[in-house]
C-alpha cells in the first residue's frame, strides 16, 4: 500500500525564460556583473567565517579574496578599512 501525504496542496511551477547572453542590453550586462561581484564576496565572506575558529590561517585567504572583490568594486576604499580583519585574534 502506497502513503498518501494529507493536506497537501500543489503549488504553480512558474518557468523563468532567460535572455541569451548576446541579446543583454549593455546596462543588463553591467547589473548582471555587479550581482555576480556581489554574490563573491557573500560566498567568501560565508567562507571565511566557516573556517576562521578552526583553520585562521585559511579563512584569512577567503577574507582577503572578500576584500579583493570589494575594493574590484569600490577602488576608492582605503586598505586600512579592512586591516582589523587581518590582525592575530580576531
Known amino acids: 500500500m502506497r502513503d498518501q ?16 547572453f548576446d541579446a543583454l542590453s ?3 550586462i553591467l547589473a548582471l556583473a555587479i550581482s ?8 567568501y565572506a ?6 576562521e575558529e578552526a583553520y585562521p590561517a585559511t579563512a584569512k585567504i577567503f577574507f582577503m579574496a572578500r576584500f579583493a572583490v570589494d ?4 577602488p576608492k576604499k582605503p586598505f586600512q578599512d579592512c ?4 590582525q592575530p585574534g580576531r
Request: some cysteine; proline content about 2%; glycine content about 4%.
Open 71 to 74: 575594493s574590484r568594486r569600490c
Open 26 to 28: 549593455e546596462q543588463e
Open 36 to 43: 555576480l561581484e556581489e554574490e563573491h564576496e557573500r560566498v
Open 5 to 20: 501525504a494529507v493536506g497537501v496542496v500543489a503549488q504553480p511551477v512558474y518557468t523563468i525564460r532567460m535572455k541569451n
Open 83 to 86: 586591516r582589523d580583519v587581518f
Open 46 to 51: 560565508d567562507f571565511a567565517e566557516g573556517l
